[in-house]
């Protein structure tokens, strides 16, 4: 097998984190390429080791429609995988609302 390719699909190996916040800026839908439906809203984290700080929380196809239904103010707890996008992000596997 070549160094550079894989059979492992990229997204196996990454570790999952849960996050809790508030949304500070509601959910939006944002235009792609691939016509997959996406939405991204941002987050105050909140974390026991450091203080709060804004996360974008991304979601795809039905991810996107469960994060639209959120307002601004809802305390969320979301769970996903971090990725690195000109910005830490999460994107969303699971979302729970705490309101």
């Excluded at 996050?19 to 984290?45: E, F």
């Excluded at 103010?73 to 690195?84: H, P, S």
């Amino acid at each position: 097998m070549n160094p550079g390719t894989s059979t492992l699909s990229e997204n196996a190996d990454q570790p999952v984190t849960t996050l809790s916040g508030v949304i500070t800026k509601s959910p939006s839908r944002i235009k792609n390429i691939a016509g997959r439906p996406m939405v991204k809203a941002t987050i105050l984290a909140e974390s026991k080791k450091r203080s709060a700080y804004p996360l974008t929380v991304v979601g795809f196809d039905i991810m996107a429609l469960e994060l639209m239904a959120h307002l601004r103010g809802e305390r969320l707890t979301v769970t996903g995988r971090m990725e690195w996008n000109g910005g830490y992000s999460l994107i969303a596997d699971q979302i729970f609302s705490m309101s």
